[in-house]
């Protein structure tokens, strides 16, 4: 079987925007994102569940898939944390605290490298590099599984534009966000190269389903 480079539970909102302009410490999307990702959280499947119950069905099925053969990730500097430009402080180490929820090597896209960090089963390694290459590398580091992408926007479109991924699932809210970093105008923009199938869910959300033709 290959390895494939996929995007697994993508948010995005009604307008293609996943993030604002106004990322910060206390806001680590650039505006308030509960309402883009009530769909997952309300699910049995939901990692960061405290209590009992949640939803079953599609939306928990696609919660559940998120780790599922997965062996590495690829982020951008922009999901790891809040920093721009060189490093200013080394003792932050990801949104995520002791346990982040990779449990796998990340790989971390940046122009400034720093020493790798372990923070419980996920490694973080810094890597100034282009796709093709940071790919390969992630592909060594899953052992035979997935690589995910994991975002944010720039990062993905940077691995479309190189036409890298394989497969990606883009859950598309009902909240309207305006203006920020956009993934699409329409998702109908990437039907040239990938099969595509659209999904309604009863809990608003539509998934959106992409293979490589």
Known sequence: MPQLLRVQNFNVSSDGVAAGVNQSLESPFGFDHSGMFAWCGATASWPNRTDPGGTRGLDDYFTRD?????????????????????????????????????????????????????????????????????????????????????????????????????????AVSGVEIGSGLKLWDSPDELNDRFEHEVVPSP??????????K
């Open 203 to 212: 809990s608003g959300v539509t998934h959106h389903l992409f293979w490589r």
């Open 66 to 170: 998120f780790a599922h053969n997965i062996g590495a990730e690829i982020m951008g500097r922009n999901k790891f944390g809040y920093q721009r430009g060189p490093w200013e402080n080394l003792e932050w180490e990801g949104w995520w605290g002791d346990e982040p929820p990779f449990h796998t090597p990340v790989f971390v896209l940046t122009h400034h490298e720093r020493p790798s960090i372990t923070r419980g089963e996920t490694t973080f390694h810094f890597v100034d590099a282009d796709a093709a290459t940071v790919l390969g590398q992630a592909r060594e580091a899953a052992d035979g599984r997935d690589v995910r992408l994991g975002g944010g926007v720039t990062t993905v479109r940077e691995f479309l534009d190189a036409d890298l991924v394989d497969t990606m699932h883009i």
